[in-house]
């Protein structure tokens, strides 16, 4: 065994010594988020996105409007009504419920999808643009930089956001 560690060693030391340094490694870097916050194509997108949802949000809210409208009601008129009414208007009141909770459930479904929807296209023009300026610039590799992304730390010149705004704004 003592004799193994020596030779473990100089074969660890051989693949390291092999492994050539690469020095001309072409690679760029872009801010996806600021590239969406920034180009028009972006804007675009995010003005879409924020167009569906108030639109969504404002059916959801009007269900909400009526919810309340026949709770009131039934509170007035609680005192009046005989129990038959009451249990005819209780459970009338939890079949809007659940018809209410299912229509706000499938509108949240619909703004997600639509999210997903015109952010997928988004993102394919912008790799289209990424794609065609590393080409130009002979880069070898793109990455993404922002939070939680691949990338922790790299120098500004390797930033390729401004040229890929820039390209967006083109089209």
Not at 104 to 130: I, P, S, T
Request: hydrophobic share 35%; charged share 35%; with cysteine.
């Amino acid at each position: 065994m003592r004799r193994l560690w020596p030779v473990g060693a100089l074969l660890l030391l051989a693949g390291c010594a092999a492994a050539p340094a690469q020095s001309d490694l072409r690679i760029g870097v872009i801010d996806a988020q600021r590239v969406l916050n920034e180009s028009n194509p972006g804007k675009k997108a995010k003005d879409t996105m924020a167009t569906f949802t108030k639109n969504r949000q404002a059916l959801i809210e009007l269900e909400e409007r009526e919810l309340r409208r026949m709770e009131e009601d039934f509170v007035k008129q609680g005192s009046v009504l005989s129990a038959n009414a009451k249990r005819e208007r209780e459970e009338q009141f939890r079949r809007r419920m659940a018809e209410y909770q299912q229509k706000a459930a499938e509108l949240n479904r619909e703004v997600q999808e639509k999210q997903k929807e015109v952010l997928d296209g988004f993102h394919e023009k912008m790799e289209r643009v990424v794609s065609n300026l590393a080409k130009q610039l002979n880069l070898l590799l793109v990455l993404e930089r922002g939070r939680g992304g691949p990338t922790v730390y790299s120098d500004s010149t390797l930033d390729l956001s401004n040229r890929v705004i820039d390209e967006l704004n083109k089209e």
